[in-house]
Every structure is written in structure tokens, then in C-alpha cells.
């Protein structure tokens, strides 16, 4: 498969030789000790079906009432605005993941930790996002569900869809995932609960984010 440069293919138009970049009131480092915990990107990726924005959901839920400064970017949701105007082609998906990412790391920058539940086929775009965030601070989470499994669940109808030939370019039908390597933390969804996975996650994620405030 061709490789991806996230910053520069597929965007609208190069950036303006006119536009510089400002520097902030407020750093990252001083939002951190406000908060008593450091950022983070933690970056759902899996088959459509594979739960992932369930485990978002209710991750981001179990940090929030452990006293976390959260933020979900949902892949529907995305496509519902910020992403509006992409469609589903190799090009395209590429830039949704670009937007994503860019998102993010502006989370990020805000000592926020962001959970991203996003597809995100393609590898060597997640290695790339790996790059664009600081300090390993993106965790890559694979939500490992085998494709008969996420096609008997099929919440949205998709998978259906896809097989009729009414959805185009669809992962798993006619798009392929490529597997993470080296994930940061591997969740087997079609042997655990929902819970489970959320146990293991906010664990992660409690311990890389360095938590120093007296939490709720």
C-alpha cells in the first residue's frame, strides 16, 4: 500500500508562506500541574465492530469521575462535522485521520488526555501520529475483535450494507486493517466484557498520566 505523509498529502492547499505560528499564554507543562496529571492521546483503532467507541465512552466516563481533564473523538462523530466533507476513499480516509490526529495534539497541548476511537487502517498512518505527539505520550490501543465476530454484531447495519455492494471501500469487506505491531495495550473484545477492557485502559492510562492530584 502506498504510504502516507499526514501532514502534506491530501491536504486542500500547501500552508501559507503568510501564516506564523503564535506562541501560547498558557503551556502545556502549567495546564499539567493545574490538573494534577499529565496529558495524553490514547488512540482506539480496530474493525468496525470491534467496540471501540463503547470502550471510549466509558473509559473517558471512569477518568472523568477519577478527577481527569477528558475529551472522546469519536470517527462518527467526525464525519458528522469536522470531516463532513470527506468521503471514503483512500485519499480521503487518509485526511480524516490527519484532521484527527491534528485535533488531538491540540487536546494534547491543553494538558488533556483525548481518547480516540477511530478505524485507522492503515499503519503507517498510526506511526506517523506516533511522530506528531511528543514524548510518547500517544498510546496506540488495539481493539483485536476477529472479523466474523464484528460482522455478526454489525450494530450499525454496515457490514450488511458493505456485502451488497452499497457501501464502497469498507474495512474489512473491501478495504483492508492493518494490525498494530506493538500496541500499548492489546484488548481481546470478543473474549472480555466491555468492563474488563475498561479496567485494563483506565489502568494505563492512570499510570502513564502520572497522576499527582488527590483524586475523586
Known sequence: ??????????????PSSNVVGQPVAVSRAQREARNGHRGAVVW?????GSGKSTIARATEQTLYDHGLQTATLDGDNIRLGLCTDLGFSEKDRNENVRRVAET????????IVVIVALVSPVRHARELIKQMVPNGDFLEIYCRCPLSVCQTRDPKGHYARAKRGEIA???GISSIYEEPLKPALLLNTDTQTS????????ALVLEKCEITATLR
Not at 488531538?104 to 494538558?111: C, E, N, P, T
Not at 468492563?195 to 483506565?202: F, G
Open 44 to 48: 482506539l483503532t480496530g474493525l468496525p
Open 1 to 14: 500500500m502506498e504510504k502516507t505523509n499526514l501532514r502534506r498529502e491530501n491536504s486542500l492547499s500547501a
Open 195 to 202: 468492563d474488563e477492557s475498561v479496567r485494563q485502559l483506565t
Open 169 to 171: 471501500n469498507f474495512t
Open 104 to 111: 488531538a495534539k491540540m487536546f494534547l497541548d491543553q494538558g
